[in-house]
C-alpha cells in the first residue's frame, strides 16, 4: 500500500522536534559544560597565585547542570524553529509537486491491533439499593 505525506502539522512537528533538541541539547550541554568546567579548573589551578584572572575556578556540578540546562532550553528552542521552518518549506514544495511516498506493509491475516482503553475509564455501577 502506497501513501503520501501531503502535509505535515506545524505545531506537532514543532512539539516533537522541541523534546528531540532539548534532550539531545541537555546531553551534549552535561558533556560540554563539564569538559569546560574542567579546562577552567585546570587553568584556574595553573594560574593560582599569580594574581592573573582569579575568576577561573572551577563552578562545580550545579555550574555544569545548569549549564547543561541552558544549553538544552537553547536548542530546544532554535533546533524546533529550524525544524518548523523546514517542514514549511516541505508543505509548500508538497503542495506543488508532491509529498513524500511511503509504501507500509499490510498486517498479517487475522491481526488485530488491541482495542484503545477507554478514557475516562468506566466507573463501577453502584451495588442495587434494597
Known amino acids: 500500500m502506497q501513501y503520501e505525506v501531503k502535509r505535515l502539522d506545524l505545531t506537532s512537528v514543532f512539539k516533537i522536534a522541541f523534546v ?3 534532550v539531545l541539547g541537555f546531553v551534549g550541554g552535561l558533556f560540554s559544560t563539564m569538559v569546560l568546567m574542567r579546562l577552567a579548573g585546570t587553568l584556574g589551578s595553573l594560574m593560582e597565585g599569580t594574581g592573573y584572572m ?3 575556578q572551577p ?3 550545579f ?3 545548569f549549564g547543561a540546562l541552558f544549553f538544552a532550553l537553547f536548542a530546544g528552542v532554535f533546533g524546533a524553529a529550524i525544524t ?3 517542514a514549511a518549506v516541505y ?3 508538497a503542495g506543488s509537486l508532491g509529498g513524500v511516498k511511503m ?3 499490510t498486517p498479517p491475516p487475522g491481526y488485530s491491533p488491541a482495542p484503545a482503553p477507554a478514557y475516562p475509564p468506566p466507573r463501577p455501577e453502584p451495588p442495587p439499593s434494597p
Open 63 to 65: 555550574g555544569s547542570f
Open 20 to 22: 528531540i533538541h532539548a
Open 103 to 105: 509504501e507500509l506493509a
Open 59 to 61: 563552578v562545580g556540578f
Open 54 to 56: 582569579p575568576e577561573m
Open 84 to 86: 518548523v521552518v523546514a
Open 91 to 93: 508543505n509548500l514544495v
